[in-house]
Every structure is written in C-alpha cells, then in structure tokens.
C-alpha cells in the first residue's frame, strides 16, 4: 500500500497490510509493481502522480485524494483490466464550499480593493452589492455544489438554481440538464462553477455562455481552469461586462504577467479550494474506510470506474 501520508500518523489503518510511505519524491519506497493499492500524492505536478503508472502490475485500486480523477486518468490506459479508480468525495466539500463563498462575498463587498487602499493608507467607502436577495446559478450539482448550497442558505439569497448532466430532483428543489443552461444564465447575479472537468464541460463557459449571463454578474470557478475560454473570459472582463473570482484557471499555475492577473474586475486565488485545515482529517478518515473495506473485500466507495482490456 503505497500512501502519500505516514502510515504511523494515521490511526485505524488495518495491521495486516505492509505500507510505503510516497508523497512523489524521485525515489520509490518499494518495487511499484508490488504495488496493490496507490494512493495518488496530493498537490504535486501531473507527472508526478503518473509516473509509477506504467510500473504498477499488480495494482488493485488507485484512490486519488481530489474530488477530480482528470489529474490521473491520462495514465489509466497503462494498467491492466479491473483497476478500480476512486475519488475522494467527501474530502474537500467543507473547504471548498468554504472558499467558494469566500471568493463570492470579497467580489461583491470588494474587499480586494478595501486590502489595495489599506496598502495606500486611503479610507475608501461607498455602497457595495450584498448576496442577499441575489439569484444564484450553481453549474455541477455533486457533493461539492450541494454542500456550497447548504453554505448559501444563510445569506438569504433569493433563489439557487441548480445545473448537473442529468435532471434530478433533490430535498431543496430540482436540478436542471446542462441543456437548460442557456435558459438559466441571464437569470443568475452569481453563476458558481462546481463540475468535474470532462469533454462535455472542457471550455463549456465560451463567447455564447458568457454573452447569456447578465451585465454585472459574478463567475465563480472552483472547478477546473479548463471548463472555462480564458480568451472569451479575458474579452467579457476587458469590456467589463461581468466580473469573475478564479480558484483555478487555464493555465495553471497562472505564468507571470498573463493578462488575467490584472483584468478588470477579477480575483484570483491559487487552486486553495482543497488544501486547508480541514483536508488531512478528512482525508485520512477516507484511507482508513477505505483500507479497511478492501482488506474485507466489502466495496469500496468513490468508484469512478474500472479499467477495461485496454485501459479506461
């Protein structure tokens, strides 16, 4: 069992399994391909997660610790048939919600600008938009977008309205198809991007999208930079249309003077949605369960899918 966390600091583990501590570095704690159960390191480059793939013959289960496998899954066509891929719902719902509401409060109350004038020594006041009685649009209706929900509740805004790839219907109301988007969008103040990054929403928020949204409104994306054209984001901030709050962009990490960094009306964080306080908690809380169902051979939770005669 290969783990980016020391075996020693994470109480419950099952006693019968040999571990290896690997949080990415150049060395292997062990022969990958004697390797049953990887668990990805977190927060490091793609090529560092992917790199023991090729070697990994006997591996049963790789368990990332994001919420997203897109991070993984290039490499998936290098193991055999059968290897379940996991996710780490669960693990990063507080905290993201957490930020996400962060980043919409600082962008409607302007606190970027409240810290610029601090810098200045300058006292600068005036009216500022509230989410209250704001619509909300949040586009990816998972554990993540529920949980960012229940953080709204609250702020006494005055609808959420709720986008996922199937239409559903959920105890605080009904989750519309991607296909009501257009529909959807120039109804919203604050659109929040919570979905996974796949071909169907790689660039989903283009010129059209953004053309529905209503002048004044906030995009919010705490999913994947890619879900989003920076070159038609960038045109809606120059002409200063919308405004946006970026936990992610594309590029990412965002390179030294891009024009994203100081585009008008935008805020952008590094990709803090899930490494805070709450992450190593939950996330050992997750090995745990999950060590303990594969050594009872009881299912595992988290299965995005299992590798086929040619890889995913």
Known sequence: ????????????????????????GEDFPADPADCVYYVVPYMKPLEVGLRPLPRLRSVEVVQTLTAGTDSIEPGLGYLRPGVRLCNARGVHEASTAELTLTLVLASLRGVPDFVRAQDKGEWRGGFRPALADKNVLIVGYGSIGSAIEDRLVPFEVARVARVARSERTTARGPVHPLTELPALLPEADVVILATPLTEATRHLVNSDFLGRMKEGALLVNVARGPV??????????????????????????????????????VLVSPHVGGPSSAFLPRAKRLLVDQL???????PLRNVILTTGPTGA
């Open 1 to 24: 069992m290969w783990l980016p966390i020391q075996p020693e600091e994470i109480e419950g583990l099952p006693q019968s399994l040999n571990y290896r501590f690997w949080n990415g």
């Open 228 to 265: 989003v054209d920076t070159k038609a984001l960038l045109a809606e901030l120059e002409s200063g249309r919308i405004t946006a709050a970026l936990d992610v962009t594309d590029p990412e990490p965002l390179p030294p003077g891009h024009p994203l960094w100081h585009a008008p009306g």
């Open 292 to 298: 303990n169902r594969f050594v009872n051979r009881e």
